[in-house]
């Protein structure tokens, strides 16, 4: 299995545009995570999807921050303005929910984001 | 409420001594336990997990992780350290009705030749 994917893997951008970091999830996985790393605030969740719907929210940052997965293959994190704050690694994960609670999360290599 | 707690946010050992990297939980249901390394520019690998079967539980290259109750603890250890365990380590439990995970802040772990 190729694993998560997430591209691009690096991104450079100005303040003030439009961000859109994208994710595969492993193949016959049907929950997906987004979270953020950055040194002050460690690992966050910023939102998850169980069969390609929002579940909980709450870790989304602001209205600036949203997020789709408009099919089981594939989910995109969108940042609409950028803020030079918003720099961080983002990282995507996904697990099956055949065994609930006790399912692995399985990670990209993340997305590092750098917005000047 | 579910959270976890590591103590030391660095830890220092010499190559070949013990590997002692601390996770306390608290959890409102019985929990799922999971430890995570992650090398530089890398994403998060699972060392290994504790899902209510034996209490000790062995992951990958070399490391185990003892479930205590009564400690509410889920310390992992390696008896030997290697330079290439130089990393951060990330303990987590899963949620109580959903499968989100909660982790902790993480502790890096270098190794001094």
């Known amino acids: 299995d190729a694993g998560v994917i997430q591209s691009p893997r690096h991104e450079v951008t100005e303040m003030g545009q439009e961000v859109t970091l994208r994710c595969k999830p492993i193949?016959?996985?049907?929950?997906l995570f987004w979270y953020r790393q950055t040194m002050m605030r460690g690992l966050e969740l910023l939102i998850y999807?169980?069969?390609?719907?929002?579940?909980?929210d709450s870790g989304m940052p602001e209205d600036r921050f949203s997020a789709k997965m408009p099919n089981a293959s594939f989910s995109t994190l969108k940042i609409q303005p950028s803020e030079p704050r918003d720099s961080a690694v983002y990282f995507c994960a996904s697990s099956s929910l055949a065994g609930g609670r006790r399912e692995t999360q399985y990670f990209g290599p993340g997305t590092r984001l750098l917005v000047l | 409420a579910q959270s976890v707690t590591q103590l030391g946010s660095h830890v220092s050992v010499s190559e070949g001594a013990l590997v002692l990297l601390r996770c306390n939980y608290s959890?409102?249901?019985?929990?799922?336990l999971f430890w995570y390394v992650q090398y530089p520019n890398q994403g998060l690998q699972l060392l290994l997990k504790y899902t209510s079967a034996a209490t000790l539980v062995k992951g990958i290259n070399g490391f185990e992780a003892e479930f205590k109750k009564s400690e509410t603890s889920f310390h992992l250890t390696k008896p030997s350290a290697h330079m290439s365990d130089a990393a951060e380590y990330f303990c987590?439990?899963?949620?109580?009705?959903?499968?989100?995970?909660?982790f902790g802040t993480g502790t890096s772990l270098t190794v001094i030749p």
């Open positions: 959890s409102s249901v019985p929990p799922y």
């Open positions: 193949s016959g996985h049907n929950s």
């Open positions: 987590a439990v899963s949620g109580s009705t959903g499968n989100q995970f909660y």
């Open positions: 999807f169980n069969n390609n719907v929002p579940i909980d």
